[in-house]
């Protein structure tokens, strides 16, 4: 009899232990989960290439929620991909070729848009969020004006030269791009409104820094991140990420634009090849 009983406890108590009920670690948390997974691993050598702050809270909010991370990046990647590239770096440090024209750009004439100037183009691919966007706008009672759009190499050089004729250039760095690195040659960003710090308290202004988000537009130059970016806050210039770009940007990058393509240009080469080191040291004391 004793036997017997001693055979049922030592049953039960193996049938408990298969259960995972008696041992903490038969458990598999979400962040016991999200250290196993090889492509938290692959993201965090990716992070190398931001600041060691930001890289430690994107590397956070990924380890909070990393299915919906790893969707987003890739719905971002494979897009950017269908349409020739919507998440190529265009900025002080990665340059355009002289020649780069895209192949598909129309004109914003041929649309339902209030535009300052008839020759004004954007690429074919980004125009269905842009008249998504224009279209919710308009029912929020807001009107968006476009005032600039893709421009040449040969266009930024003369804009440019002209600015820094005036101002010198390394005040003319500050708000214009040098002919190569603007990223309206990419002609997926627009400038919207009257183009100076005026535009932010516009309807439009506030419109957009609230939902141009939602239609895959990011605002290039935020304030107060000249030290990440180079350029001065431009409330009214915006560029088109994907709308899967823009909410990574949004909820894991801190709201940078620069971060956000930086970490997606490691992560797609699967090849970091150097950690980041501050790319505008002097406008770490330079107010926007």
């Known amino acids: 009899m004793k036997r017997l009983m001693a055979a049922s406890i030592i049953a039960t108590g193996l049938a ?3 259960c995972g009920g008696g041992s903490p670690n038969a458990r598999e948390t979400p962040g ?8 938290v691993a692959s993201a965090v050598r990716a992070l190398s290439v931001l600041p060691p ?3 430690a809270r994107s590397e956070a909010a990924i380890r909070a929620d990393p299915e919906r991370f790893f969707t987003l990046l890739g719905a971002a990647l494979d897009e950017s991909k269908a349409s020739g590239g919507l998440l190529t770096q265009v900025d002080k440090e990665h340059a355009l070729h002289p020649g780069f024209e895209p192949a598909d750009l129309v004109s914003l004439n041929d649309y339902p848009l209030s535009v300052s100037r008839q020759d004004l183009r954007l690429r074919k691919p980004v125009m269905a969020a842009v008249l998504a966007m224009d279209e919710a706008a308009r029912k929020d009672g807001v009107t968006l004006v476009f005032s600039s759009s893709y421009r040449s190499y040969a266009y930024q050089d003369q804009l440019f030269k002209r600015y820094a004729a005036r101002y010198g250039e390394s005040e003319a760095s500050r708000f214009s791009a040098r002919p190569g690195t ?7 960003a627009i400038d919207f409104g009257s183009i100076d710090d005026s535009f932010a308290a516009t309807k439009a202004g506030i419109w957009l820094a609230t ?10 130059y935020p304030m107060d991140g ?7 806050w431009e409330s009214w210039h915006y560029r088109f990420i994907t709308r899967a770009g823009a909410e990574l940007e949004r909820t894991w990058f801190g709201g940078f634009q620069r971060y956000t393509l930086d970490f997606i240009a490691a992560w797609d080469s699967r090849q970091v090849v150097s950690a980041w080191k501050p790319a505008f040291p002097s406008a770490l004391s330079t107010p926007a």
């Open 32 to 39: 016991t989960a999200a250290r196993d997974d090889p492509r």
């Open 16 to 18: 408990f232990v298969s």
């Open 226 to 232: 000249e030290a990440v970016t180079g350029y001065v």
């Open 53 to 55: 702050d930001v890289a």
């Open 182 to 188: 603007s990223q309206h040659q990419l002609g997926t």
């Open 211 to 220: 939902n141009a988000w939602r239609f895959g537009f990011s605002l290039s």
